[in-house]
C-alpha cells in the first residue's frame, strides 16, 4: 500500500497557522483578564471613595470629645463610646436638642412632598404628553425654566405668600415649598416616559371598552413604574436634605428637620463632633436604605425607559 506523505512545507504551514491561533487565543484572555482587572479596580476605588465619608463619620462618632480633636486623625479611637448615639434618642439627655421629634418631622414632610410630587406630575405630564392645547409648549418650558434659578431668588416670595396664607410653621406649607423644585423635573422626567409609550396602546385598550382614564390605569400606569419611582426618589432626597426654606418657614423648635437640627451640634461656644458625625450618619441610612431598595426601579428609569420588550 503506498503512502501519502504530506510535503515538509505544508506541515510547516499548518504548525504555523496552529501556533498564530494559539497566540492570538491567549492575547484575546489576556486582555480579557486586564479588561476584567482594570474594571474591578476601577469599581474597588470609586466604592472606596463613596465609603470614605461614611467610615469617617461613624470613626470619629464613637470618639470621645477630646480625641476627636487630635492631630493626626485616629481612624480606630483608643476609647470606643457610642455615647454620642444614644444622646441622639434619649430624650431626657441634656444636649438631645429633641433629635427625635426633628427625624420624625423630616419623615412626614419628605413623604408629604413625595407623595403629592408623584400624584401631581403624573397627571401632569400624562396631559403635556398625550393632549393638545393652546401654549403647551411655552407652559411646559416655563415649568422647566423655574429651575434655570437658584432656590434664594424664591426664598422671600415663598415666605411673603405663606405669611399672608398663614401656612408658616405649618407641615403643608413646607410642603408645598418643596414642590417647587421638585415638580419641573418631575414632570419633565415622567413626559419623557409617557412620549415613549405608543398611543396605539391606548386605543387597542379603548377598543376593548376602557374608558381613557381606565386605559390609563390598566395599561399606561404600569409601564411608568420607573419612571414613578425614580420621581418619588428625587422628591424624597430633596425634601429630606434641604435646608433653606426649613430654616426660613418654621420658627417653631417642634417643628424643625434634621438639617436644621443638625446645625445645633456647632455653636459659638463649642462643637461636638461626635454629635455631628452621629446624626450625620443617622441622616444617610434612610436615604442610602431607600436607594438601595428601589434601584433597580431607578437604573432602569435612566435606561431603558418605558418601552418593554
Known amino acids: 500500500m503506498a503512502t501519502v506523505v504530506r510535503p ?7 504548525h504555523h497557522e496552529a501556533l498564530i491561533t494559539r497566540t492570538r487565543r491567549r492575547r484575546k484572555i489576556e486582555t480579557i483578564l486586564i479588561d476584567k482587572v482594570l474594571a474591578y479596580g476601577f469599581l474597588i476605588v470609586m466604592c472606596i471613595f463613596a465609603l470614605f465619608p461614611f467610615a469617617w463619620m461613624f470613626s470619629t462618632s464613637i470618639k470621645t470629645p477630646q480625641e476627636a480633636f487630635v492631630i493626626p486623625p485616629r481612624w480606630i479611637p483608643h476609647h470606643i463610646t457610642f455615647s454620642a448615639y444614644r444622646v441622639l434618642w434619649d430624650t431626657h439627655a441634656a444636649n438631645n436638642n429633641n433629635f427625635p421629634r426633628y427625624f420624625l418631622n423630616s419623615a412626614i414632610v419628605s413623604l ?4 403629592l410630587s408623584v400624584l401631581i406630575a403624573v397627571p401632569a405630564a400624562y396631559a403635556f404628553a398625550r393632549f393638545v392645547f393652546p401654549g403647551k409648549n411655552w407652559f411646559f418650558y416655563a415649568i422647566l425654566g423655574r429651575n434655570m434659578f437658584p432656590l434664594v431668588v424664591f426664598l422671600v416670595p415663598l415666605f411673603q405668600l405663606m405669611a399672608t396664607l398663614q401656612l408658616q410653621n405649618n407641615y403643608f406649607g413646607l410642603i408645598l415649598a418643596y414642590l417647587t423644585f421638585s415638580l419641573p423635573l418631575a414632570i419633565w422626567l415622567l413626559k419623557g416616559f409617557f412620549d415613549n409609550i405608543p398611543v396605539e396602546l391606548e386605543k387597542a385598550a379603548r377598543i376593548d371598552g376602557c374608558t381613557r382614564f381606565g386605559a390609563f390605569v390598566r395599561v399606561i400606569l404600569p409601564l411608568t413604574i420607573p419612571g414613578i419611582v425614580a420621581t418619588a426618589i428625587y422628591s424624597f432626597i430633596g425634601a429630606w436634605n434641604e435646608y433653606i426654606f426649613a430654616t426660613t418657614l418654621t420658627s417653631d423648635p417642634k417643628l424643625r428637620t434634621l438639617p436644621v437640627g443638625q446645625a445645633f451640634f456647632l455653636t459659638e461656644n463649642s462643637s461636638n463632633w461626635a454629635g455631628l458625625m452621629a446624626v450625620s450618619l443617622v441622616i444617610s441610612i434612610p436615604v442610602v436604605a431607600f436607594f438601595l431598595l ?5 437604573i432602569r428609569a435612566l435606561t431603558e425607559g418605558a418601552i418593554k420588550g
Not at 428601589?294 to 431607578?298: A, E, P, S, T
Open 8 to 14: 515538509l512545507e505544508t506541515q510547516r504551514n499548518t
Open 112 to 115: 408629604g412632598a413625595m407623595i
Open 294 to 298: 428601589l434601584q433597580r426601579y431607578f
